[in-house]
Structures are given as C-alpha cells and as structure tokens.
C-alpha cells in the first residue's frame, strides 16, 4: 500500500470513471432515474434550498477532503448532505414557535435551537464528510480519529461519543437518505451517453475538464447564478419576485450537469461545441438556448472574455 499523509490509498486505486462499459439499456434506466429523481426534488423545493452553498463553506468542505484524500464525488457529497442538514435544522427552528402554547416558551425554543445550530456547525461538517467518504470510497473512510484530530487543532474538545452522535444526528435527521446522486453523476452518465451516440470529443480529457469547472462552479456559485438570472431576464436589477422563481434553475442539477458538459467542450475544443450542444439537447430536451445561457455565464467568470455567446455573433 502506498501512504499519502495519514490515509492509505490503494496503489491500483484510480478516482476516475472507465467510459465505455456501459450498456445501452442500462444507460437508459439510469438516466430516467436521475431525471426522475431531479424533478421530484425541485417539485418539492423548499424555500431556504443553498442556505449551506456560501463560497466559504464549500471551501472549507473542499480543502478538508482534499486534506482527507477524498475523492471529488466525496467532496461533492459532503456539501449536499450539509445543504439537505442545513434545510432541516432551519425548519425545525421555524417550526418550534408555534408548537409551544406560549410565545415566550417558543422564543425561548428557538433561540436554542439557534444556538445549537452555530456552535455545532463544525462538528455537523464534519460529520457529512465523514458520511460522504463512506459513500464514496470504502477503504479510504474519514475514522473518528482522524476527526477528533482536526477538530482538536481547532481548539474544540468534542469526544469520540459524541462525533458519533453527531453522525447519526444527520443520519437520523434526513432520515437516513443520504446517498443522493451529485451533479458529478449526472455528468458522468450524460458523458457515458454522449461517447455511444458518436460524440466525437473523448470522454476522458472532457471528464478532467468537467470536474474542474464544477469545482470553479461551486465556489462561485452565486456569481455565476446572479450572471445567468439576469442575462435570462435581460435585466440587471431582477425583482424579489424572479429571484425566487430563479431558484429552481440554481437547484437543477441536470440543467447544471449539461452546462458544464457544454462549457468543457467549448473549453477544449470549440469546432465540437455545437455538436455536444446538439447531443444534450437531444439526450436532455433543454434547449440549445438554455445550454447557451449557462456555458456563457460560467465562461464570462472563467475567462472573461471569448464565450460561446460571442463567438455565434461573429
């Protein structure tokens, strides 16, 4: 076994996906359980959906797993079970007035449960990591030792009882349906179908490509979002209104997953763009247009400069 830091990594182990080996009925199922599984998430979207997205947090979150020798899809993970976490906790402090008899018993409530929210966010941080490399990669798991050490270099006390009551805490709270598919997997399939239906980009450098920009994504989730709500609109001062409508575009992950398909093609080779745009558009039924809109928004905090919206005027 080779050793990196304090976790060991299988020699032969690679985190990146094998292309090719996917049967077309197999394909199919898996991207109309994904499909499904999107819409029956923004269906039942609640109000405080990427409360827990804060660039800072997401940072913390990659660093950790990149301390930790995590996989990109751990990392992924780990933010959406802290977001999913997140929404909970919020709403049972919403809740916790109007499920006591007096408003100062409620107030009294909710401030605690307030409190606990603050001073055990670390804690529940890393808790989702610690699910997530579970999820993720079996022989590379976070233990509560390695844990309770980063935690303690934090100055924090916490004890190996309670780090694990902490996990079962979010296990307990999103009642145990924790392994939910990333924009990561929704990537990788849409790849795996682009390669069958005679893409001509390969999959592998289009993949490496993919996971960078979704990273730059996550980090500039906000930027890149407000860029894309106002080039929809064609408005630069959207109303409270738009913002919140705009919110199931900022939590589709099947429109986000073909935006960076997109972007990566036009990244790496922009003579194939049009075709890979034609190929989701196919595969997805989201429009060319929608396709368009996304990869320029993410390429105008990429680069700058040259996007795909710019160079169809020319």
């Known amino acids: 076994m080779a050793r990196m830091g304090s976790q060991a990594v299988p020699r032969f182990y690679s985190s990146e996906p094998l292309f090719g080996g996917v049967a077309p009925e197999v394909m199919e199922a898996s991207l109309l359980r994904l499909a499904a599984e999107n819409e029956r ?23 950790l797993a990149e301390k930790w020798h995590l996989d990109h899809s751990a990392r992924y993970q780990a933010v959406e079970l802290l977001e999913r976490f997140m929404i909970k906790q919020v709403e049972q402090i919403c809740k916790s007035p109007s499920e006591n008899m007096e408003s100062t018993k409620g107030g009294s409530s909710r401030s605690s449960l307030k409190e606990q929210m603050y001073d055990t966010f670390v804690l529940r941080l890393v808790s989702c990591i610690q699910l997530a ?3 993720s990669l079996h022989y590379n798991i976070v233990n509560s030792n390695t844990a309770l050490k980063f935690l303690q270099s934090l100055k924090y006390s916490y004890t190996k009882q309670e780090l694990l009551e902490s996990e079962l805490a979010v296990l307990e709270t999103l009642q145990f349906q924790i392994n939910v598919s990333t924009p990561l997997a929704y990537i990788e399939l849409l790849l795996e179908v682009l390669g069958h239906n005679g893409c001509l980009l390969p999959a592998k450098p289009l993949h490496q490509m993919c996971v960078q920009l979704l990273d730059f994504l996550y980090l500039e989730r906000e930027a890149i979002y407000d860029t894309l709500l106002k080039t929809a609109i064609e408005n630069s001062t959207p109303s409270e209104l738009q913002i919140a409508k705009f919110l199931v575009v900022k939590e589709d992950f099947m429109l986000l997953a073909v935006g960076i398909i997109s972007t990566s093609a036009f990244v790496l080779n922009p003579e194939h763009w049009k075709q890979v745009v034609e190929h989701l558009n196919c595969i997805t039924g989201i429009t060319s247009q929608s396709i368009l809109e996304f990869s320029h928004a993410v390429l105008k905090h990429v680069l700058g400069s040259t996007t795909p919206k710019q160079q169809r005027r020319k």
């Open 133 to 135: 490399s579970k999820l």
């Open 41 to 63: 998430y923004l269906s039942e979207l609640p109000g405080q959906a990427g409360c827990c997205k804060e660039s800072r947090t997401v940072e913390f979150i990659f660093l």
